[in-house]
Nanobody
């Protein structure tokens, strides 16, 4: 199970931190990714973390977003700084066995999503 929290409303240039609390599987065996989906657009991967291939970021968020994990709390965070209106979307966390992967079809477990809205 994956449960997101921490979404909400921010102004342009502001910050938010999302949390993804996981349970029901061995945390260290899985990659955890953050995805987002804006209205009328496809779901896109924005960041991923795994023991096997480290941290990965989409070009659109590099230098602004940071993914991290707390292996005691089995929780992954997405710190979002310098937010832009185009970051507005529903953000999802997902788990995939061992590796960060491209393509939503390769991810095994999904959270329910958390809305992030960035105003001008």
């Amino acid at each position: 199970q994956l449960v997101e929290s921490g979404g909400g409303l921010a102004q342009t240039g502001g910050s938010l931190r999302l949390s993804c609390e996981t349970s029901g599987f061995k945390f260290d065996d899985f990659a955890i990714g953050w995805f987002r989906q804006a209205p009328g657009k496809e779901r896109e991967e924005v960041a991923c973390i795994s023991i096997n291939n480290g941290r990965m970021y989409a070009d659109s968020v590099k230098g602004r977003f940071t993914i991290s994990s707390d292996n005691i709390r089995n929780t992954v965070y997405l710190q979002m700084n310098s937010l832009k209106p185009e970051d507005t979307a529903v953000y999802y966390c997902a788990a995939a066995l061992k590796w960060c992967r491209e393509g939503v079809e390769y991810w095994d477990y999904w959270g329910q999503g958390s809305q992030v809205t960035v105003s001008l």
